[in-house]
């Protein structure tokens, strides 16, 4: 059995907050604003306050005085104190870089260096996803109208049709088919040099998690596969997307890759995949980084037998 040692962390899943969807209460919140918390996202940069360690929780009254901020989302309590997801225009984030006390970067990039604690990086996933949802639903699907917030962040309302809006989160089908000793991996051209990943694909409307991973995996890569097992999600916010994680039993071997989702797809031996998971393949090839669910469902093929 190959032993690649102690599992690290999947990213954005620890995350702490009570989501208390009883006390979306714009009396009550106001009422605890003193002890609120907030998280600052500009489009796609997160402001960090810089300290011994970078600093992702902000007072609310805080965040406000830093830059005008264009939408609140309560996120939900920590041991009782409201924390909030808070966007600014990524013009005044970018601003902020100037100053020497804030380190102005990507949710992406604070998630792969560690740059804060889990548990903060599962809420600014949460703000990231929330707060993108927002600036994307501005008017009523239905009737065109300016739609305005409710419910502390969770609902748009329609003044003109009084149709309510609720945020949704794509479903996404993520996978690794495996051959006996071998699994297929595909590489995108946007992904890093030497990067290989699983396959992945949106779930349809009116498909199941299975039928999806069949046919992402047929369309992509040309492999039929027969029985699908789940191994585990992660909330994804890129947009905000929840990935749900497989494992496949490939038909055939035969691979004909779909080159306008893929830039190549081939089998990797068990072996070969440890070397990537390792960063230790002699052709400097990889898997994605630990934060990242692929590498979980790849190490969780390469070393079934071993302690979660």
């Known amino acids: ?7 690290p962390l999947l990213g954005y899943i620890a995350n702490p907050l009570d989501r208390a969807a009883d006390r979306r209460d714009d009396g009550w ?3 605890h604003e003193a002890n609120a918390g907030a998280y600052l996202i500009g489009g796609e940069l997160v402001v960090l306050r810089k300290a011994s360690e970078p600093q992702a929780l902000f007072g609310l009254a805080e965040a406000r005085a830093l830059a005008p901020v264009r939408e609140t ?3 939900g309590l920590q041991d009782g104190a409201p924390r909030y ?3 600014i225009d990524q013009a005044a984030a970018e601003a902020l870089k100037n100053q020497a006390d804030f380190l102005v970067i990507d949710l992406r990039s604070i998630a792969i260096q560690g740059l804060v604690a889990p548990e903060h990086v599962a809420a600014l996933a949460e703000a990231k996803a929330m707060l993108t949802w927002h600036a994307r639903h501005r008017f009523c699907a239905n009737c065109g109208t300016p739609t305005v917030v409710s419910n502390a962040g969770w609902r748009r309302d329609c003044p003109g049709c009084k149709a309510q809006h609720f945020p949704r989160t794509d479903p996404v089908v993520i996978m690794l088919a495996v051959d006996g000793e071998r699994c297929l991996l595909g590489r995108q051209g946007r992904f890093g040099a030497g990067m290989w990943s699983c396959l992945a694909g949106f779930v349809e ?3 199941t998690i299975e039928q999806a991973v069949r046919r992402e995996t047929l369309e992509e890569a040309g492999i039929p596969c027969g029985a699908v097992t789940y191994f585990a999600s992660q909330p994804w916010p890129f947009p905000m997307s929840l990935m749900i994680g497989c494992h496949a039993q490939a038909l055939a071997s035969d691979i004909t890759v779909d080159r306008s989702e893929l830039e190549d797809a081939r089998w990797f031996s068990r072996e070969e995949a440890a070397a990537m998971l390792r960063r ?3 052709g400097g090839l990889t898997t994605p980084p630990p934060f990242a669910i692929a590498h979980h469902i ?3 093929w390469v070393e079934p ?3 979660t």
């Open 280 to 282: 230790e393949h002699p």
């Open 205 to 207: 409307p009116g498909e």
């Open 305 to 307: 037998d071993s302690v």
């Open 73 to 75: 989302v309560f996120l």
């Open 85 to 87: 997801g808070a966007a």
């Open 298 to 300: 790849i190490r969780a």
């Open 1 to 7: 059995m190959l032993d690649l040692g102690p599992r």
């Open 29 to 31: 919140l106001s009422a």
